[in-house]
C-alpha cells in the first residue's frame, strides 16, 4: 500500500469515527438529525432565517473552513515531527470538541443574544457534521497551498461574510466571549429575511 493511500484510508477512519462520535453525543443531546423543516437542502442563504444553522451549508461553513487551515497551522507548529494524520486527528478533536461545546445549552442561550442569532436552537446534527467536514476542507487547503494563498484565501472569507451577512469568525468570537454594543448594532441592521 503506498504512503498517500495509507494517509487517505486513515484520514477517512479518523473522519467517520470522529463523526460518528460527534453525531451520536449531539442526538443523545436531543439536537435534530435534519432541519425540522423537514427537507435536507445543501445551502440556507437565510442568515436570520429557521434553516439556518440546520441545512447542510450556510454562511458559516466559511468560518468553519478557516477552522481547518488554523489547526492546520497550530498542529504544525506545535508538533513538528508528527506525521500528517497525527495534525489531523488534533484538528479533529478541536472541531468535534467545539461543535459539542456550540451546540451545549449554555452557548447555544450565549447565541441567543446576539442581533444575529436570537432564533438559533443549535445545529442540525447533518449541519455539524458538515461543519467538521469543512473544517477538513479548510486543513487540506492549507496542507496544499503555499501559507500566502492560504492566509488571503482566509481573509477574502473574512471580508465576504462581513460585507454580505455583517458576521465572520473574527466577529463571531468577539460577539460570544465579550459582546461589542455597536457591532451588535451594526449587525441588528441586517434586514430581516434578506437573502445576499
Keep these: 500500500m503506498t504512503e498517500t493511500r495509507r494517509f487517505v484510508l486513515l484520514s477517512l477512519f479518523l473522519f467517520a469515527a470522529a463523526v460518528s462520535v460527534q453525531g451520536a453525543i449531539l442526538h443523545h443531546a436531543g439536537q435534530p438529525t435534519i432541519c ?6 445543501f445551502w440556507a442563504g437565510d442568515v436570520r432565517g429557521p434553516e439556518n444553522s440546520q441545512q447542510i451549508a450556510d454562511w458559516y ?9 488554523i489547526f492546520y497551522a497550530l498542529t504544525r507548529l506545535a508538533l513538528p515531527r508528527a506525521p500528517l494524520v497525527a495534525w489531523l486527528a ?3 478533536g478541536i ?11 449554555m452557548v447555544i442561550e450565549r447565541y441567543r443574544e446576539q442581533a444575529l442569532a436570537q432564533g438559533y436552537s443549535g445545529d ?17 487547503l492549507a496542507r496544499v497551498m503555499p501559507a500566502r494563498a492560504t492566509i488571503g484565501v482566509a481573509l477574502a472569507f473574512e471580508i465576504f461574510t462581513a460585507v454580505t451577512i455583517r458576521d465572520n469568525l473574527t466577529l463571531n468570537v468577539i460577539q460570544l466571549v465579550h459582546p461589542v454594543e455597536a457591532i451588535a448594532a451594526w449587525q441588528g441592521t441586517l434586514p430581516a429575511g434578506s437573502r445576499p
Design 90 to 92: 488534533v484538528a479533529l
Design 36 to 41: 425540522t423543516c423537514g427537507v435536507v437542502r
Design 95 to 105: 472541531e468535534v470538541a467545539w461543535e459539542l461545546v456550540e451546540n451545549s445549552p
Design 124 to 140: 442540525s446534527i447533518v449541519n455539524s457534521i458538515s461543519d467538521t467536514a469543512m473544517m477538513v476542507v479548510g486543513f487540506a
Design 61 to 69: 461553513s466559511f468560518s468553519h473552513v478557516i477552522h481547518g487551515m
